[in-house]
């Protein structure tokens, strides 16, 4: 079985390319492209430079003493928390801003939710002297608000998307409309395993770095390769297809993703698209997607920017479909508490969208030895509000069961 | 029942995209019967999708309206059953590959046949999944395809697109989504120029930006007519598009 893209951009079913013609020209060239460019060994130099001097890598694999002690086990977190700009997306935006330039381009769009991914694009369009333009949904610019404070002084143009629900999806179809409408000079640097061939492969690629130097780092403090078991948080996939990508054909290890439940699976209010999905097109990949049956998208909800998306990249969808992903579903509540764990235990603030991966270690029946390695994807700094509104509902309703705790609003 | 590769023989062909469902269904039922009076050849009759990627504003909204009035697949084909009954106007179907994935798409196909759905407009169907996966079942059911160029389309993939083609080559005015509304430019005069001297063995309708009497009499010195969306919509909006439509042919 391969977990690799064929050469039309398939992982089994899902993937391809269903753009609109006017996207054509740009998808070809950078189809025909981006293998070449990244093989290039300038491109190499460049890169791992920039990752290492720039953006801090290797990233530390900390092992959590005392969330081991909590669950009996050996738990690791690869802390692309460190990374400059604060997450595991500058990985992606250092190769494509590199992979931009060789295809002499002079205008980056880009998507985001959490803001990560924008602020890590306008951080290499800085870097690089590139005009940068972020869309952003309207509830994401609010609830993340720090992220676009630091888009801006990085120079970017945050466009504010005002469709849907206001959230990923919709700042994702403002890019490509964008890119629509300018089709000469402009490169959309995409930040998830998402969109058309060849995008899902070419970022997969990007984030494979933290599973390189994951086995390394395991070899030297445990001297095996092999984790048990790998948990990562998935919106569009990204960090999970980057801490897997050198685990994928090794069955020995188990790839565990955790995906936002929002108020509950039932509660019409969630981004759980492994169950509530069904093969369908998005951004031009077909994948599994949250719609109606008519096939009308489904508005998502999480409470974490970065997870709130109807899809999951076609990656992940053929994973889940040969069973070799296996995927928890997280609530808003069950990430808080996870992120107020790690936080009194290990000194650390999670993002919101990491802090669902460790929602998943309740969840687990866990044997005493065992390796756990977590993908920290990122910090919490842009979520402090969430976490500030939830202590204090806490505090109010210290005995409440998780189910009415869902009165709680972020 | 017309059939509209008849139609597309002829020149200054008018063609009307709108919204099913837009801005309410009796509407579109309503205009649906009376368009061919206002001198329109045929009509591109939308499926609206939550989420249109090639589509401006004017349509997303048209298209949640049309959502939000509860038009479905099912209700489409409701609607063109009620106007089958009172006209033979040549209808066009015009949505996004999702919906006919998840209405299956043989069902859909055999549903177009019945209605006498003759051409299919699929913007996110690329030509290339089309010859391997829907092409043979097109045919089996007669439905005919049209396929987009734009300002960017090489040569060589025209002739490919040409080539594909059974219904009409949509020729893109620009590089943008729907809805714009700009003066001609001399690089669209250039592209319009390059398709004319092509010389396609295949009709050519120019869409996307034309939304008044000179843009449209502008594109049918180029192509066998032109198609008006956004600025329909527009007008629909506003409650006066038989002036609109009057104005066109004035
Ligand atoms: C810290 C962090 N983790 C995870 C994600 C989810 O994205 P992906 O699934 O592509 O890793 C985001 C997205 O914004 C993020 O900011």
Redesign the interface.
């Known amino acids: 079985m391969s977990f690799t893209t064929d050469q039309n951009g398939y992982y089994g079913n899902y993937g391809g390319a269903y753009i609109p013609e006017m996207l054509h020209q740009n998808i070809q060239q950078l189809q025909n492209n981006y293998e070449k460019i990244i093989k290039m060994s300038s491109f190499q130099e460049a890169y791992r430079k920039l990752l290492n001097d720039y953006a801090g890598r290797p990233s530390p694999l900390y092992f959590a003493t005392r969330l081991s002690d909590k669950y009996g086990c050996k738990i690791y977190l690869k802390r692309e928390d460190l990374n400059h700009t604060g997450s595991h997306k500058i990985n992606n935006t250092l190769g494509q801003i590199l992979v931009a330039k060789q295809m002499g381009k002079k205008r980056i769009i880009a998507e985001t939710g959490a803001g990560q991914h924008g602020v890590a694009t306008a951080t290499v369009c800085a870097l690089m002297d590139l005009e940068c333009v972020v869309y952003m949904g309207a509830l994401d610019v609010k609830r993340q608000a720090p992220n676009v404070a630091r888009m801006k002084m990085l120079g970017a143009k945050v466009i504010t998307a005002n469709s849907g629900s206001q959230t990923l999806k919709d700042a994702t179809n403002e890019a490509i409309r964008d890119w629509i409408n300018n089709p000469e000079d402009t490169y959309y640097l995409i930040g998830s395993v998402v969109g058309p061939h060849p995008y899902p492969d070419m970022v997969a690629h990007f984030q494979s770095i933290i599973s390189e130097e994951l086995q390394q780092q395991l070899i030297k403090k445990e001297g095996i390769k092999n984790p048990h078991r790998i948990l990562a948080c998935i919106g569009g996939g990204s960090n999970a297809a980057g801490i897997y990508y050198h685990y994928l054909k090794n069955k020995k290890v188990q790839l565990i993703a955790a995906e936002a439940a929002g108020k509950g699976i039932d509660s019409g209010e969630s981004a759980a698209t492994s169950i509530l999905g069904r093969d369908g097109i998005i951004h031009g990949s077909k994948t599994l997607l949250m719609q109606t049956s008519d096939g009308q998208i489904t508005e998502p909800y999480s409470i974490s920017a970065g997870l709130d998306y109807p899809g999951i990249g076609p990656m992940h969808a053929h994973l889940i479909k040969e069973k070799r992903l296996d995927v928890y579903p997280i609530t808003d509540i069950e990430a808080l508490e996870a992120a107020m764990e790690l936080t009194s235990l290990e000194g650390i603030i999670p993002a919101l969208e990491s802090a669902h991966a460790l929602g998943i270690l309740p969840k687990l029946e866990i044997e005493k030895d065992e390796i756990i390695v977590i993908s920290l994807s990122g910090r919490g700094d842009k979520d402090m509000e969430a976490y500030q509104k939830y202590f204090k509902y806490a505090k109010k309703h210290p005995h409440e069961d998780l189910e009415k705790s869902f009165l709680f609003v972020p | 029942m017309k059939s509209i590769t008849d139609i597309l023989k002829s020149r200054n062909l008018l063609s009307i995209y709108l919204t099913a469902g837009f801005p309410t269904v009796e509407r579109t039922i309503e205009i649906l019967t009376e368009i061919e009076d206002y001198g329109v050849d045929f009509v591109e009759l939308g499926m609206p999708?939550?989420?249109p990627?090639?589509d401006?504003e004017t349509i997303?909204q048209s298209s949640v309206t049309a959502?939000r009035n509860g038009m479905?697949?099912?209700n489409y084909f409701e609607v063109l059953k009620i106007v089958r009954e009172r006209t033979d106007l040549p209808i066009v179907y015009m949505g996004?590959?999702?919906?006919?994935?998840?209405?299956g798409a043989e069902a859909f196909c055999k549903k177009c046949n019945e209605l006498d759905i003759q051409n299919l407009i699929i913007?996110?169907?690329?030509i290339?999944?089309y010859e391997k996966e829907y092409k043979q079942l097109y045919k089996k059911y007669g439905l005919l395809m049209s396929?987009?160029?734009?300002p960017?389309?090489?040569e060589e993939?025209i002739r490919k697109i040409e080539a594909l083609t059974t219904g009409f080559i949509y020729v893109?005015s620009s590089?943008?989504?729907t809805g714009?509304k700009r003066k001609i430019t001399k690089k669209q005069q250039r592209h319009y120029e390059k398709i004319r001297a092509m010389n396609l063995s295949k009709p050519t309708m120019i869409g996307f930006g034309i939304y008044d009497k000179e843009t449209y009499e502008f594109a049918c010195r180029y192509a066998n007519g032109a198609i008006i969306g956004s600025e329909f919509i527009r007008y629909v909006a506003k409650e006066n598009a038989a002036q609109f439509l009057t104005s066109l042919k004035s």
């Open positions: 999708f939550s989420d990627l090639a401006g997303q959502i479905t697949l099912a996004y590959l999702n919906q006919i994935m998840q209405y913007p996110d169907l690329p290339e999944v396929f987009l160029i734009t960017t389309t090489p993939r893109v590089s943008s989504i714009k």
